[in-house]
């Protein structure tokens, strides 16, 4: 661990503390004095090494400097003096050198958010403090210096997970038959994409005994869309979902942030903050090993007839190809395809309009009118960035009358759809999907206020769009609607996305082959829906399966571990909720298909196992009945 210093250290001045924020220590309220250091502040600095291990689960660490009293007063103070609680009535601090007291939250004194002192100075996401929580002034005759402890939660954390993968035997010891061609190595799998999907599907393969190389055309720690296209403040799913920990508590979201920012911070969250969520991501790779190779490209995708795929891939060192017996698509919403992009957009310049999965600066939209098209969660969140970047206004053009109220996708949610969707017959998979679009998705209430919070939001419904004419003479968008007709500098489509094989070159060798669901299944009419026909038709495995039986040799070697599949799997190879159990069934299912094609191999091996659980001196053998044929046989007590 790195050593302290005084540069880790700003000043903490003009903050309060929550009547409870002081460090519990043996089931009573009290101050931590933990360690003193003579009178200079880099000594001080390092004795928090000490310290680091004693309370990980707190956050900060108050460096006190020589002569400080910290005096807790007021009417919360008296209140608990009153109830016999130890300390509170005038906590003291009187040292010679500078002191060391850990406290596991701090509050700014009218209502500010929680904040965690780090030098970048970011907050510490939570919910705003509302006044509920009773605050009395910390006194101080000098400034005192504040220090978080992160780095002590995350070591006892990783230190738990690292027992409980041993405990479990994960990673599965070696079983896999080794592959080489022309003296290369083959990969057992190779997976493209490293966003959460990718992730958890190269850990559940792990289990399995199965390596996995991911592959991801993004720098290190900006893989998806968390920490470059998306817009959101926080997540939509509800913050105690487990995501991709695969039944591991230690691997949970909560486990991380607790271990960070301690148990109260979580009680005062409300939902994930994005960026939290990408730094989770961040920490999840590193402690489950996995294997990303960053700023590499998959340019094509080669199914071959001897029970391999070639994958194209353009590096930072340059072309090169690789050889993989399995691959994992892990690419996302618009992995198979694209954006959805109305075709009234198309003779528009460039410039004049985005979708909102572009990666955009918004600081251009300064002083503008903005139209969003649509009202779907990634409309708010494009629409509310707009105004928080000084847009003049911004105008939703909404088809619908009304805004849907409840998400039936999150009522569609248990244990009994998520592992039995795949198993129902087909027109019960189209009625549940086709239902839940029909419906359509809510946009989250924190997203839709950050959006109405601003003057210059304007919500249009029963406004589906006409036309969209460029005014080359005024340099605007004239957009016309049944309400009338509207004039932008700029328009965000907030319109989804779409399968599309076609349009990704990297697909070309197999876009032709890939049996989609309205090759499978004809609904019933006023029930058609592009995007379900649209959707790969997958095996239990998630494997693409060939349009026409032959035509394409190897293509069942292409795992679809992405939102489409969710047509034949459910939604559990996209969606925070279940994708642990998508991983899993991905994981079992490659296993099971490797040990099938390698059987031979594999019944070999069980041919040649010798390994004794007797060495033969465990008993003596009794002497034959007949040894002696003049002696009558003697019989023995059992």
């Not at 001045?13 to 101050?31: D, F, M, Q, S």
């Not at 391999?308 to 996302?332: C, D, H, I, K, N």
């Not at 009522?411 to 998979?429: M, R, V, W």
Request: with cysteine; aromatic share 8%; proline share 8%.
């Amino acid at each position: 661990m790195r050593r302290s210093s005084a540069a880790d250290f700003k000043p903490f001045e003009a903050w309060t503390l929550p009547a409870k924020a002081i460090v519990r220590t043996a089931g009573r309220v009290a101050t931590g004095r933990f360690a003193d250091a003579s009178g200079d502040l880099d000594a001080a600095a390092k004795a928090c090494e000490e310290a680091i291990a004693m309370q990980a689960s707190l956050s900060y660490a108050l460096l006190v400097p020589p002569g400080t009293s910290i005096a807790r007063r007021g009417p919360a103070a008296a209140r608990q003096a009153r109830r016999g609680a130890a300390g509170l009535q005038g906590i003291r601090v009187r040292n010679s050198g500078w002191a060391l007291v850990r406290l596991a939250e701090v509050e700014r004194r009218r209502g500010d958010a929680v904040r965690d002192n780090r030098p970048s100075g970011r907050s510490l996401p939570g919910r705003q403090a509302s006044g509920a929580r009773e605050t009395t002034p910390l006194m101080t005759a000098a400034p005192i210096y504040a220090l978080p402890l992160p780095p002590a939660g995350l070591a006892a954390l990783e230190q738990r997970l690292a027992g409980d993968l041993e405990c479990l035997g994960w990673p599965a010891r070696p079983w896999m038959r080794e592959r080489q061609h022309d003296g290369a190595e083959v990969l057992d799998v190779a997976i493209v994409g490293a966003g959460q999907a990718g992730l958890a599907a190269a850990a559940a393969l792990a289990q399995q005994g199965i390596r996995a190389v991911v592959f991801d055309r993004a720098r290190e720690g900006f893989e998806g869309p968390w920490a470059t296209t998306a817009r959101m403040e926080t997540l939509r799913s509800p913050k105690e979902l487990t995501g991709p920990a695969l039944g591991l508590p230690a691997l949970t979201f909560r486990a991380w942030f607790e271990a960070r920012f301690g148990a109260e911070a979580w009680a005062l969250l409300d939902k994930i903050p994005r960026l939290q969520w990408m730094d989770y991501l961040r920490w999840y790779r590193r402690v489950m090993a996995v294997d990303v190779r960053n700023e590499t490209t998959v340019t094509a995708f080669h199914p071959r007839a001897d029970a391999m795929v070639r994958l194209a891939l353009q590096t930072p060192e340059g072309a090169r190809s690789v050889l993989a017996r399995r691959v994992v698509l892990a690419t996302g919403r618009d992995g198979l395809g694209g954006p959805a992009v109305p075709s009234f957009v198309a003779g528009l310049p460039p410039s004049a309009w985005a979708h909102s999965s572009d990666d955009m600066d918004y600081a251009r939209l300064n002083g503008l009118r903005v139209g969003v098209i649509g009202a779907g969660a990634s409309a708010m969140d494009s629409a509310a960035t707009a105004l928080e970047a000084g847009a003049r206004s911004v105008d939703l053009l909404i088809r619908r009358d009304d805004l849907p109220r409840v998400n039936k996708g999150k009522g569609a949610g248990s244990p009994g759809l998520t592992h039995g969707h795949y198993d129902l017959p087909d027109e019960h998979k189209w009625r549940v999907r086709h239902y839940i679009n029909r419906q359509s998705v809510p946009p989250p209430r924190g997203s839709t206020l950050r959006v109405s919070r601003h003057p210059g939001a304007r919500f249009h419904f029963g406004c589906p769009i006409l036309d969209v004419a460029w005014q080359a003479d005024d340099r605007a968008l004239r957009v016309s609607t049944p309400r009338g007709e509207f004039e932008f500098d700029f328009l965000i489509v907030s319109t989804g996305f779409k399968v599309d094989w076609g349009s990704r070159p990297e697909f070309a060798a197999i876009a032709p082959h890939v049996r989609a669901w309205k090759e499978r299944f004809t609904p019933p009419p006023g029930e058609e829906d592009t995007e379900l026909a649209d959707s790969p038709d997958l095996g239990p495995a998630f494997e693409l399966q060939e349009r026409v039986a032959g035509a394409c040799p190897g293509l069942d070697r292409i795992h679809c571990f992405c939102y489409p599949a969710a047509m034949s799997h459910g939604t559990v190879s996209g969606d925070i909720p279940a994708i642990s159990e998508g991983a899993r069934r991905l994981a079992g299912g490659i296993a099971s298909l490797f040990y099938r094609e390698d059987f031979e191999y594999h019944f070999a091996r069980l041919e040649a196992f010798d390994e004794p659980e007797l060495m033969g001196d465990e008993w003596v053998p009794a002497a034959p009945a007949d040894a002696n044929p003049g002696e009558p046989l003697r019989r023995t007590a059992s």
